[in-house]
């Protein structure tokens, strides 16, 4: 039976998988780590928590050993609007945190996934379509230390044999956990909005195109690529994957098919924005595709039909 670890469990994405992997591998076997956040009493009670730093090597390797682990999710990390404010912070936890993570799986001979994202590619990456393999130059903190976190995953199975394996998501789209920070984030925002307030102010021009994909698919791309044939691998790291390319009027389009009173308007945030216009309008995810199966099931309109309905259930508003 599989002992995992999961890092950043309290996270967005972390919430989620975390309960999703309890599910399928036994609740017990599925160690859940965060720093400061707390998590939900679910995920809490459900199996194994502690709050740990993931950049103590010697905190790291203890949980490792005390439960003999031989996966770990690695998600902690810290997103790219957040990294812009506190750049020092963030080279340490994605970095440091990262370096920490592989030094111990070489050691302990643990698989690792780790995730990337969109915000490796910057200004000068072809940003329609973009290749699986193409110029990389970001110029945010966020940026270089996902192309830095590519690189060194590559390296760590090339010199050492560690199981390194890992996507490149795209803004990530949920109801459960919000992102902490992220330049995606107005797209979990609209939402809410639109369900509570029936209105939203969006910090990104209309026009801008980003990669999303809704959490179920998310969750799937980690599991599938960490249970894929290694022998079809040819890349392992930093696999382009994406389900939509959307603009914030893309998402108002299709929340109005539900709630025609929906307004939106617009205060740019220049951070955000220029990040924003630094990433692909649209990732090519052949490799996935060819590679380990990559399809996602969740297109806009289903998402969104899914998000609103579950947005209003926990907020308790009807729709009608
Ligand atoms: N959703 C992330 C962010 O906006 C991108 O990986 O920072």
Known sequence: MKKILVTGAAGQIGSELTMTLRKKYGNENIIATGHKTKPDETLLESGPFHFIDCTEIHTVAEIIKRYKVDTIYHLASVLSAVAEEKPQLAWNVNMTGLYTVLEVAREYECHVFAPSSIGA???????NNTPQDTTQRPNTMYGITKVAGELLCDYYFKRFGVDTRGVRYPGLISYKTPPGGGTTDYAVEIYYAAVGQRKYTCYLKEGTYLDMMYMPDALKAAIELMEANPARLKHRNAFNVTAMSVAPEDITAEIRKTLPEFTIDYEIDP????????????????????????????????????????ISQRLKINMD
């Open 121 to 127: 590619f910057g200004p000068t990456t072809p940003l």
């Open 271 to 310: 951070l955000r924005q220029a990040i924003a216009d630094s990433w692909p309008n649209k990732m090519d995810d052949t490799a996935a595709r060819e590679e380990w199966g990559w399809k996602p099931e969740y297109e806009l309109d289903s998402m969104t039909k899914d998000m609103m309905e579950k």
